[in-house]
């Protein structure tokens, strides 16, 4: 029963039986507010947290992250909230531990999220009790993965021309540092014109560029289908052809699998 529900019963009882303001109702008192707040305060979750800098353990942090029960707190949250640490983002993401601050605008350092060793986005992950997170920072130009030797760690260079001119993929909206989603196997990074896979998943061609933001790939009764910031490009349609290089070989997109250094090339082409 609610405790409005308990309250106005004992209010009935108290009619019936002649009760005064100053009696007590039947041995029952209502919890006060700040009883009910200190519940609601001990009603917690946490769970790990650990940074690794060039593979040595920062010692100076707390190893523990905490939250309400009912706060939804996201992994970049949880690494703001510990002492001497302080998590924000301007493109690229930066971390400041112990007044020494690690910033992915430096070409050689990158920062990594893992949450139960999944890679994760630290800034859309919401943390669930008794999940561990691992933050690993290379300042070597070299994110060292020695606990899961299975991760894809890739790049390369991509074009794509429509109807011989370049489309400019630099733009904001398909960067990873501003859009409002995108994959870790498949992504473009602010300042860099190269494409990057960072997962434990390889993806062909065709996929990867079905999972860049404002870009869908599919086939479609044999034959390629490529959507670009809203304008479609479907082989269907008299005059358009779409062709997929990788290192200057014409491949299929839907069958080969992106390896690390690949150049690839999409040519459009729109016909009169």
């Not at 060039?54 to 523990?64: K, R, T, V």
């Not at 933050?135 to 070597?140: K, R």
């Not at 995108?182 to 062909?204: C, I, L, N, P, Q």
């Amino acid at each position: 029963m609610q405790r409005r529900g308990v309250l106005a019963a004992i209010a009935g009882a108290c009619s019936l039986a002649g009760c005064t303001e100053s009696e007590p109702s039947a041995g029952v008192e209502p919890a006060s507010a700040a009883e009910e707040d200190e519940e609601v305060a001990d009603s917690s979750v946490t769970g790990s947290i650990d940074v690794v800098v060039d593979g040595d353990p920062l010692d100076q942090l707390p190893n523990e992250w905490s939250a309400a029960d009912h706060e939804r707190l996201r992994v970049a949250e949880a690494i703001d909230a510990l002492a001497a640490s302080g998590y924000r983002r301007n493109g690229w993401r930066v971390l400041t531990v112990d007044g020494t601050s690690y910033d992915e605008a430096d070409v050689a350092t990158e920062l990594v999220f893992f949450v139960d060793d999944s890679l994760v986005d630290p800034d859309a992950y919401e943390l669930r009790g008794g999940e561990s997170v691992l933050v690993e920072i290379t300042t070597d130009g070299a994110v060292s993965y020695e606990e899961n030797p299975s991760f894809i760690d890739a790049s390369g260079e991509i074009d794509v021309l429509v109807d011989g001119e370049p489309f400019d993929l630099s733009q904001d909206r398909f960067q990873a540092e501003h859009a409002e989603d995108y994959a870790m196997a498949f992504h473009f990074h602010e300042g860099s014109e190269k494409w990057y896979m960072e997962d434990w998943e390889r993806v062909t061609l065709g996929e990867g560029l079905d999972l860049l933001p404002h870009v869908s790939y599919d086939r479609e009764d044999g034959t390629h289908v490529l959507a670009i910031d809203g304008t479609e490009y479907d082989e269907r349609t008299p005059g358009t052809e779409l062709a997929f290089f990788v290192d200057g070989e014409p491949v299929n997109p839907a069958a080969y699998d992106l390896e690390d250094g690949n150049e690839l090339l999409v040519e459009i082409t729109t016909g009169p």
